[in-house]
């Protein structure tokens, strides 16, 4: 699976941003998605997932109510919609995929297969 990650940007504390994960491959259709941010000398941490067929997500704490994951089944992408936008979630922002498993989502990093390159999301105060 090949993912390419868009959306990224410069945005003020409070307003919105919306990251895009576009796969493609044989199986692209049947992988668990997922964001992962990471902000320099720290560990990439979980933002949220979503399964293969967009029935089922789930959020770190610091994100839920403001950031929804989604995902557009015929187009193979997955969306992450960011309200309310803290300086905090300053970050590089990834998408991951992994094939599903039978315990439902993951947040684990080293759980997820596949990877796509990084997009910066910078919040100011």
């Known amino acids: 699976v090949q993912l390419q990650a868009s959306g990224g940007g410069l945005v003020q504390a409070g307003e919105s941003l919306s990251l895009s994960c576009a796969a493609s491959g044989r199986i692209a259709d049947r992988v668990d998605m997922a964001w992962f941010r990471q902000i320099p000398g720290k560990e990439r941490e979980f933002v949220a997932a979503i399964n293969w067929s967009g029935g089922s997500t789930y959020y770190t704490n610091s994100v839920q109510g403001r950031f929804t994951i989604s995902r557009d089944t015929t187009q193979n992408t997955v969306s992450l919609k960011m309200n309310t936008l803290k300086p905090e979630d300053t970050a590089v922002y990834y998408c991951?995929?992994?094939?599903?498993?039978?315990?439902?989502?993951?947040?684990?990093?080293?759980?997820?297969?596949?990877w796509g390159q990084g997009t910066l999301v910078t919040v100011s105060s």
């Open positions: 991951a995929a992994r094939m599903p498993r039978v315990y439902g989502l993951s947040s684990g990093v080293n759980e997820y297969d596949f």
